[in-house]
């Protein structure tokens, strides 16, 4: 069976697969799989093994990779495949000591600024105004960034957005830059390329955002429940994520182990001492605005230190 490398955040992932090419799954998967890339150096093993194919619904898990086949669409095979690729490549992330957020990263000066907070509550799209915005500013995730220390080192670059927040909220984007098929959820993908940032940038504060409802200023989080947001968000990669549609609707595995939750709790308290974190609503353009000046607030610091 024809096999490929790929790589995500510096994890080997061997492909193999006699239906799809590598950039087939590459294209589904870069929706939820960091910086992920073909390899073309050969190393001596990967340390994730995929093996994704058509054919009579199946699912087999060892310690290393899966099997997975589907008698379903193409599309949604590639889907489930990465869907389980997710899990697995968290566990490699967090025997590193590197970790995934669950939310969108901008970049200005060389820092990088998080955008948190739950599924719809619209990261990439205050993400992609802030670019709008301010040139100097760019995305180095849209919805899944991983850190290491105090860096943000990788993200995902497929930008989806809800088909409202486009027409509504950014129109500007409608017209020329959308690009790929209609996605899941009555979401699309949107070119942005340009603005994308591809090295890794330290991290210099934490903004949990909710596009929608009352204003509410920006508030500086302190104490338990800094700790209590940032672990949270720190989590969902490794256990929230969504079910596949292999035979039956199923969840993906759960690697837990208590070394590596400890080591996950260490890592966030270490970060809501060394890095502000902050929470905000209200109107896209309220919420963008409140954000801009804290950026500019903190590279100002910066450039004068």
Not at 219 to 228: A, D, N, Q, S, Y
Request: a negative charge.
């Amino acid at each position: 069976m024809p096999e490929s490398l790929l790589q995500s955040a510096g994890i080997t992932i061997a492909f193999r697969s006699e239906e799809f090419a590598p950039d087939e799954f590459i294209n589904v998967g870069s929706r939820w799989i960091p910086s992920l890339r073909r390899l073309y150096e050969r190393p001596d093993s990967a340390d994730i093994s995929i093996d994704c194919d058509l054919g009579q619904n199946r699912l087999e898990y060892f310690e290393n990779g899966f099997v997975i086949r589907g008698s379903y669409d193409k599309y949604h095979v590639l889907l489930d495949a990465a869907a389980l690729l997710s899990r697995f490549l968290e566990r490699e992330l967090n025997r590193r000591k590197r970790y995934s957020f669950h939310g969108s990263c901008v970049v200005d000066q060389d820092k990088a600024f998080l955008l948190l907070g739950p599924e719809g509550v619209g990261k990439t799209t205050a993400a992609a105004a802030c670019c709008l915005r301010k040139p100097t500013i760019r995305i180095l995730s849209s919805d899944r960034t991983v850190v290491e220390d105090n860096l943000a080192i990788a993200g995902t670059t497929t930008l989806t957005f809800r088909k409202g927040s486009l027409v509504h909220e950014l129109p500007q984007l409608v017209g020329g830059t959308i690009s790929g098929d209609d996605l899941w959820d009555n979401k699309v993908s949107v070119d942005f390329s340009s603005a994308l940032c591809s090295t890794a940038c330290r991290l210099a504060g934490f903004f949990f955002i909710r596009t929608s409802g009352m204003w509410s200023p920006m508030r500086l989080l302190t104490g338990p429940e800094k700790l209590v947001k940032l672990y949270d968000q720190l989590t969902y990669f490794a256990q929230a994520f969504p079910s596949i549609s292999v035979g039956q609707r199923q969840p993906v595995p759960i690697f837990f182990s208590y070394e590596t939750e400890g080591a996950r709790i260490e890592y966030a308290t270490e970060l809501v001492r060394s890095i502000p974190a902050y929470v905000v609503s209200g109107s896209l353009d309220q919420v963008v605005t409140a954000l801009l000046e804290n950026i500019n607030g903190a590279t100002s610091e910066a450039a004068l230190r």
